[in-house]
C-alpha cells in the first residue's frame, strides 16, 4: 500500500511539473516575442537621463534578449507554480485550510510586482543617479555596457520584489503556528536591524536614499506584523470552546 501510495504521489508531481514547464514554456515563447517591445519600452524611460546602451562583443544583445524573455517567462509562470503546489497539497488539507489558503497565490504575486515597479521607478533610478555623479566628479567617461546595465538593474530589482514578499511569509508562518505575536515582538528589534542593513545594501550611501529605501521597509514589517497579529486573533476566536 506504501509502495502504491509513493507511486500515485510521483505521478501527482509529475503531471504538476509538467503543466508548469508547459506553461513556462508558452511564456518563453511570449517573452521572445514581447523582449523587443519591453527593452525599447526600458530604454525610453526618461526617470534616468539618457543613457545609450553599448555592446561589447556579437553576443551581449541576444544574451540581453533571452534573459528578457526568461524573466518574462518566470514572472508570469510563478502564479501557474504557487496554484500547482497548492492543489498537489490540498488533499492534505481540510476545506477551510485549502480556501485559506489559496487567497496566498494571488496576494503573493500582486506583492511581488508591488516590489518590483517600487525598485524599477524608486531605487533603481537614485542608485544609478548616485552612482553617475560618482562618476562624474573623478572625470571619468560615461560608456555604459547593455549587459552591466541590466545585470545592476537585477541585482536591485529582485531582492527588493523578494523583500515585498514578507507580508505573505508572516501570515503563513501565523496560520501554521511557528509565529505567535509574542515571538514576533520578541524578533522585532532583530527584524528591524535586518531590514536596515538590507535597506542600506541596496541603497546609496547616503541619509536620504537609505531611508527613501527602509523606512518603506519597515513600514511594510509593521504592517505585515498588524496583519499576523489579526490573523492569530481570529484563528484563537475560531478555536476558542465558546466556537466549538
Not at 9 to 35: D, P
Not at 164 to 177: A, D, N, Q, R
Request: glycine share 4%; charged share 15%.
Amino acid at each position: 500500500m506504501e509502495q502504491e501510495d509513493l507511486i500515485l504521489h510521483l505521478t501527482e508531481v509529475r503531471k504538476r511539473l509538467i503543466i508548469v514547464l508547459a506553461w513556462f514554456v508558452i511564456m518563453l515563447c511570449a517573452g521572445l516575442y514581447f523582449s523587443s517591445d519591453i527593452l525599447l519600452y526600458l530604454k525610453r524611460q526618461p526617470m534616468i537621463g539618457e543613457i545609450k546602451w553599448n555592446v561589447f562583443s556579437f553576443t551581449d544583445g541576444l544574451m540581453i534578449y533571452m534573459k528578457c524573455a526568461f524573466l518574462f517567462a518566470l514572472l508570469f509562470t510563478v502564479p501557474v507554480m504557487l496554484y500547482q503546489l497548492w492543489a498537489f497539497v490540498r488533499p492534505g488539507l481540510t476545506e477551510a485550510e485549502s480556501r485559506s489558503a489559496l487567497p496566498y497565490i494571488p496576494v503573493a504575486f500582486a506583492l511581488f510586482i508591488i516590489g518590483v515597479a517600487f525598485s524599477y521607478w524608486v531605487v533603481f533610478p537614485m542608485m544609478v543617479r548616485f552612482m553617475m555623479r560618482m562618476n562624474q566628479t573623478i572625470g571619468a567617461v560615461e560608456t555604459y555596457g547593455i549587459d552591466r546595465y541590466f545585470g545592476f538593474l537585477f541585482q536591485i530589482v529582485f531582492p527588493m520584489a523578494i523583500a515585498f514578499e514578507l507580508p505573505v511569509i508572516l501570515l503563513f508562518l501565523t496560520k501554521i503556528g511557528l509565529l505567535t505575536p509574542q515571538r514576533l515582538k520578541m524578533s522585532r528589534k532583530y527584524a528591524y536591524i535586518a531590514l536596515t542593513i538590507t535597506g542600506s545594501c541596496i541603497s546609496p550611501p547616503d541619509m536620504v536614499s537609505h531611508l527613501s529605501v527602509t523606512v518603506p521597509l519597515l513600514l511594510l514589517f509593521e504592517i505585515s506584523a498588524l496583519a499576523s497579529n489579526w490573523q492569530w486573533r481570529a484563528m484563537m476566536r475560531q478555536s476558542s470552546p465558546t466556537n466549538g
